[in-house]
């Protein structure tokens, strides 16, 4: 094939497309040299594509190009069409206002070493925007797309959906492929890979892939590498995009549920709230550092994922994470029963109201999984801890922070692990100092507790608190204690003795108190490090320490004496 008008007529003659997907043949369209797109061919204004129906042959580009594409080249690929070694390229400016794909809208059929160079501006009712296909419903492999995508203005907030780099939304595989397409919008479900990932099909996932746009953002969902990832698998995979979205943003997926595990997976991109996206008309009140007639703006920030449903493993984080009201270095919201395990995080963390330097707001499990970051406030701030803002449920074991609290402002519930916390917590510490001299309830542990049981924990940093700060829990509001260890320095700007009234590791306590002369404190944190030689310090399958049967841990990670993930390549 010499041109593109010699291809065009070649796959009508020879009926390489059918309405039905099934359909086979044994063409194989071989380019010659460049393509650059015939004007005088144009996009079919029925099904949006310059070829419609499904293609069922075999297209070898041979490494060379299709230049100034005005839409999708094709409507649909066939469970038999093969399309590889082909470069494609779009207009400069694109507009587009249907689902889009560079190959294609549907893929059915098999792409390998197919690239793309986008260059889009997203209209009205444009859902479902890939840079190699809007839909992929089989494999994608070794390919790749570059350029840029933005949503203009006249696309509103709420009608475009689900954009990604290669694919709009995902029901296949896609397998080493990359993308470093820019994506402005104010779109929801945005990923720099694939907008939407949907699983509970035979062989979704997405492994050994990443994003490396400079920047990746959207309304809602939004994330490095997947917007909304809907029970599918990611494993092996990584961005370093940077990320700004309203709500659930995460440096790699910006919400994940229904059984869709994260494994071996790291992100290093910023995750940034937008306060000056397009929100309507609604007033920002400063005082509450929200727009509101919507009170989840920046909400659910992560650097690795915003709202967490479904576990994640040997994992991490390292970009700063900014936002609202659940925040974490590593998951923004961690949903009951889901856990994390082997993970850690070593970006800042800012924002006001459960925030955490691993997970900001969490009712699941955490295992073996630590904080390298320090924690900063901002206005109003509550809920602020080390590990974890607010441990709503669920429970923690083997786990560390180490980075630290610096507040200036009037707040309360700071821990250097925990801020606010309902987990049973067992073989676990914190190494960092909270300093806030204008705050209550300040622990180098936990800010405060509540009915939560405590096992083998220790605080090692210095505490500076306004009133009830304690080296280890600022307020114990029942539960129980069972050996700890604190260090460091306690000082209260206020005068008041509840500062310093128990020894000073716990600044004040409310009913089911424990007795502090019969618990014992040990000599050294070295026998509950997990980090130290020590480790383990009781055997993985013993639970009677929460002294509870609910509270049995879910697998038997803390095998692992420490978290080792080997750090995956810049480029793949």
């Known amino acids: 094939i010499s041109d593109f008008s010699e291809l065009h007529d070649a796959i009508t003659s020879n009926d390489s497309m059918s309405p039905n997907v099934d359909d086979n043949s044994s063409h194989i369209y071989t380019l010659k040299n460049d393509l650059s797109v015939d004007p005088s061919i144009q996009v079919d204004p029925d099904c ?3 070829f419609c129906g499904y293609f069922h042959d075999e297209i070898d580009g041979a490494s060379k190009s299709i230049i100034g594409l005005q839409g999708p080249l ?13 470069n494609l390229t779009t207009s400069e400016n694109l507009q587009v206002n249907t689902p889009f794909g560079a190959v294609s809208i549907d ?3 098999s792409l390998e070493n197919v690239n793309a160079t986008l260059s889009l501006k997203i209209d009205v009712d444009a859902d479902n925007i890939g840079g190699l296909v809007a839909t992929n419903y089989a494999n994608i ?23 990604g780099g290669i694919a709009g939304t995902n029901f296949g595989k896609i397998e080493s492929t990359h993308s ?9 479900s945005v990923g720099g890979l694939v907008g939407t990932n949907v699983g509970g099909y035979a062989d979704n996932r997405i492994e050994n892939s990443y994003s490396n746009a400079t920047s990746v953002s959207g309304a809602i969902n939004v994330g490095g590498l997947v917007g909304l990832n809907a029970g599918g698998t990611i494993t092996n995979s990584f961005s370093t995009s940077n990320v700004t979205a309203g709500q659930n943003a995460g440096g790699l997926v910006g919400t994940t549920y229904d059984g869709g595990d994260i494994n071996s997976t790291f992100a290093t991109g910023n995750v940034t709230y937008d306060e000056t996206g397009n929100h309507d008309n609604c007033p920002w009140d400063n005082s509450r550092r929200m727009f509101i007639c919507d009170t989840e703006n920046g909400y659910r920030f992560g650097g690795l994922v915003g709202n967490a449903g479904s576990d994640i493993g040997s994992s991490y984080s390292s970009g700063e994470v900014s936002g609202l009201h659940s925040i974490g270095g590593l998951v923004g919201n961690l949903q009951i029963g889901i856990e994390v395990a082997n993970s850690f995080s070593s970006g800042q963390v800012f924002g006001s109201v459960d925030v955490g330097g691993l997970v900001g707001t969490s009712a699941g499990d955490i295992y073996n999984s630590h904080e390298y970051g320090n924690v900063q406030p901002n206005d109003n701030a509550e809920k602020i801890g080390g590990l974890i803002g607010n441990a709503v449920d669920g429970q923690i074991i083997a786990s560390t922070a180490s ?6 402002g009037e707040g309360n519930s700071l821990g250097a692990l925990v801020g606010e916390n309902f987990a049973a917590i067992a073989y676990s510490g914190a190494s960092g100092d909270v300093k806030a001299p204008y705050s209550d309830l300040v622990g180098g542990l936990i800010g405060i507790n509540y009915a939560a049981p405590l096992s083998n924990v220790y605080a090692l940093g210095n505490v500076v608190a306004n009133n009830y700060g304690a080296l280890l829990i600022g307020d114990f509001e029942g539960g129980s204690l069972d050996k700890f ?8 700007s206020d005068s008041a003795d509840s500062c310093n009234s128990l020894l000073p590791d716990i600044g004040y306590i409310n009913w089911g108190s424990p007795d502090l002369t019969l618990i014992d404190k040990l000599a050294s944190k070295e026998v509950i490090d997990p980090t130290s030689q020590y480790w383990p310090a009781f055997p993985v399958n013993h639970v009677d320490i929460f002294q ?12 692992s004496s420490h978290t080792d993930i080997s750090r995956m390549p810049s480029s793949a």
Do not use: M, P, Q
């Open 48 to 50: 949006h594509a310059y």
């Open 74 to 86: 094709f409507e649909g690929i066939g469970t038999n069409g093969v399309i590889h070694d082909l």
């Open 107 to 109: 893929n059915h059929g």
């Open 141 to 163: 492999s070794n390919s790749s797309s570059t350029g840029s995508i933005e949503t203009l203005e006249s696309a509103g907030t709420t009608v475009v959906d689900s954009i």
């Open 180 to 188: 470093s397409v820019d994506i402005s919008s104010n779109a929801s």
């Open 403 to 408: 980075g630290n609290i610096n507040y200036n």
């Open 485 to 492: 260890y604190t260090e460091g320095n306690l000082t209260c």
């Open 548 to 559: 509870s049967s609910n509270l049995d841990r879910k697998s038997t990670r803390l095998n």
